[in-house]
């Protein structure tokens, strides 16, 4: 006879091989140690707890198979707080820490609990673990499984996103926050979510235990990779987090968006050989982290002290698992790995090729429905964009950031680099046999100016990081116009205006896969900041001021927005090559200068005309789309344009102008002015036209 659970939605609790395994009669702890003479287990039972209620030793005999520990605790539940404890040998010349005295944080932990508390002692004393239950309501929820071509993708912070008091949520910067603005991104028209890291990361400073002056913000600092943060909810109860961070998925898939989740496995907050022991060190370090010199140091590819030995068989267990337990758990729809080179580089720290944890990665069954995105550099010189991996990693385009922002910054020869980028990228990607969804497109992302300073400095301010303005990228790309920082001089504002519109419709119109930055749309400002990595406040924090003061901003990324997402011809799946589309001439996509005739790509001009033929029009104009033609004057002056040969006899609508004052930059209805007949006009400087051919 067929069983069947009478609730099916609550099936979803993957049990993982290790951690805190909640049963009907209690909870088995597992941990992998292979070095460790001995393992005990630290029960709390209050968050603000100094000293264990209770210490379970291991049996060596009958509590340890092979290199794991495992014991069976009955009459424990869902929210029992522990730590474990390792003995062992303390050699650090040879890359041995164990401490008998240390609090270990169980790589496996679901959830954390409380912050660390001052270490008077020399003990330090981290969140404590939490025994999650994970049965959760989804309610049929499965993952989107929206095509990679046809994403738009909003990079956020989910704290920074609702934090500020003019958002006007019940729970200002948390998971629950979130889903209190969906309408806004809904409205928008974004069809994911990018969000900044969620692992576990320190918040107090963990030895005093004391907020620090400039905290960790960002989060790029994991301390427990199965754990959502904390800080980010609204519940106070140990483990309320993983609810409330299941609610907010739920909720954001009810509104057709898709939550794709920046991981670190490159690092984690131990730092270096002078770091605290918290985790990873105490049970096993010379597994879990890549060792210099013996094993006294650490090798230090991410920037941040230490690097994890992601090619190590354990290690990357661990990753999938994590990876995994997100997909599963948590109904995760993709990932965007931080630092991703480091990935490519063994256990001796050699980049090399088919590296097995990228390949595995890739080749996961169970991450199969789901978005894998590589920033394809690390902080050690490797730089990988075009060539990370293969076919199923897709990567952040630094080029397409860069060649971007240097044409309209205005700097000479940019043309090739320009229409290689709106055309996809086919230098990066074509030869591997990848395709132009492959490139995932943007021009600001949190590390660095967002698009408003983009437009209002020439140089970063970041002086509220203390560190005396060493911080940072030098390497901007930016232009103020005249004005360093904000201005009412209304020319300066208006160029500036006009340039933020440039950018997005350059980068809304490129073949691939647009990235915009939370807040850009209504430009949001850092002051000036390009590294706000430690600025927990208003330079970090969507002002919502802002949407209603920069709703022109805002209604013209809308209509991008929503123009990509109902016209392929923007959105091809495949490479443009110049080739005839049977129809009077006319290639899948042509270029020309602005008088209309053949570019000189070494000219040093900055005026280019692109016209994107829509894929199998003929055989059906209503499913495939419309021709689109884009003309772009990035010089400082204004500039005469020709329609070229080839667009003429097509009926054309204005879409955009740039250089036109709201409402009239942007016709959402696509009904805006047509040409001049004799197909001759003059672009004001800096302006991009756009026009969609009639059905």
């Known amino acids: 006879m067929l069983m069947v659970h009478p609730h099916p939605e609550l099936q979803f609790s993957h049990v993982l091989p290790y951690g805190a395994i909640l049963h009907e009669r209690g909870v088995r702890f597992v941990v992998f140690s292979r070095s460790a003479t001995a393992m005990r287990l630290l029960l709390y039972k209050n968050v603000d707890d100094r ?45 041995m820490l164990f401490d008998g005295r240390a609090r270990l944080i ?67 910067g948390t998971y629950l926050g979130v889903i209190e603005k969906i309408p806004y991104l809904k409205s928008l028209g974004v069809t994911a979510v990018e969000l900044m890291p969620i692992h576990e990361f320190p918040i107090m400073d963990m030895v005093t235990g004391k907020t620090p002056t400039r905290g960790n913000y960002w989060g790029y600092d994991s301390m427990a990779f199965f754990a959502p943060h904390r800080g980010y909810a609204a519940s106070k109860t140990p483990g309320g987090q993983v609810r409330e961070f299941k609610e907010m998925v739920k909720a954001l ?55 994890v030995n992601g090619n190590h068989p354990i290690v990357r267990e661990m990753i999938f698992n994590s990876l995994r337990h997100w997909v599963h ?39 199969a429905d789901t978005k894998i995105i590589a920033e394809a550099w690390d902080a050690a010189g490797a730089y990988q964009v075009g060539s990370f991996a293969n076919l199923r990693w897709a990567e952040w385009n630094g080029r397409y950031r860069d060649d971007i922002r240097s044409f309209w910054k205005g700097e000479p020869f940019k043309l090739g680099a320009l229409a290689t980028r709106l055309a996809g990228s086919s230098d990066l990607y074509q030869a591997g046999g990848r395709q132009p969804y492959h490139s995932i497109n943007f021009i600001t992302s949190h590390d660095g100016f967002p698009m408003n300073d983009l437009v209002s400095y020439n140089h970063k301010h970041n002086e509220a990081n203390g560190e005396g303005n060493r911080d940072g990228d030098n390497h901007n790309l930016s232009y103020n116009y005249g004005v360093e920082g904000p201005t009412k001089r209304a020319s300066t504002e208006k160029i500036r205006n006009q340039q933020i519109k440039n950018m997005f419709c350059t980068l809304l119109m490129s073949q691939g896969v647009p990235m915009i930055l939370m807040g850009d749309e209504v430009r949001r400002t850092q002051h ?28 013209f990324v809308r209509a991008l927005i929503a123009f990509r997402r109902d016209q392929p011809t923007v959105r091809q799946k495949h490479f443009l090559g110049g080739f005839p589309t049977g129809r009077r001439g006319l290639f899948d996509v042509n270029w020309y200068n602005n008088l209309g005739t053949a570019v000189d790509w070494d000219s040093g001009d900055s005026m280019l005309t692109c016209l ?84």
């Open 51 to 95: 000293e264990p209620s209770e210490i379970i030793d291991f049996d060596r005999e009958t509590d340890r198979w092979g290199d794991i520990w495992s014991i069976f605790i009955p009459g424990l539940s869902a929210g029992q707080l522990y730590h474990f404890q390792a003995e062992g040998p303390y050699n650090p010349d040879e890359g």
């Open 106 to 172: 169980d790589p496996y932990a679901k959830a954390l609990a409380g912050t660390f508390q001052p270490s008077d002692d020399g003990i330090i004393r981290p969140p404590k673990c939490v025994v999650v239950d994970e049965s959760f309501n989804w309610e049929g929820d499965r993952h989107l499984k929206r095509d990679l071509s046809e994403s738009i993708i909003y990079e956020m912070h989910v704290k920074g996103f609702t934090a500020h008091e003019s958002s006007d949520v019940k729970n200002p």
């Open 253 to 307: 898939h009810q509104a057709g968006i898709e939550v794709i989740l920046d991981v670190v496995y490159n690092h984690t907050c131990e730092g270096n050989e002078k770091g605290p022991i918290l985790s990873f060190k105490g049970l096993e370090n010379q597994v879990y982290y890549m060792l210099a010199n013996g094993g006294r140091e650490y090798k230090n590819y991410s920037g941040c002290g230490n690097t």
């Open 329 to 367: 758990n948590y109904h995760v729809d993709g990932f965007r790995f931080d630092l991703a080179s480091i990935l490519s580089r063994d256990r001796n720290g050699n980049l090399v090729a088919n590296p097995p944890l990228v390949e595995a990665i890739a080749e996961d069954p169970m991450l």
């Open 528 to 555: 000036g900041n390009n590294n706000a990595y430690c600025q927990d406040n208003e330079i970090s924090w969507l002002d919502w001021k802002l949407v209603k003061k920069n709703d022109e901003m805002r209604r």
């Open 612 to 695: 994107f033929a829509a894929p199998n029009k003929d055989t059906d104009p209503e499913q495939f789309g419309r021709d689109v033609l884009l003309l772009m004057n990035g010089s400082a002056s204004p500039q005469q344009f020709i329609l070229p040969p080839v667009a003429k006899g097509t009926s054309w609508r204005m879409f955009v102008d740039t250089a036109a004052t709201s409402p009239s930059d942007v016709y959402p209805d696509l009904n805006g002015p047509r040409p001049p007949a004799s197909g001759k006009f003059v672009m004001p400087e800096r302006s991009v036209r756009i026009y969609v051919a009639s059905r």
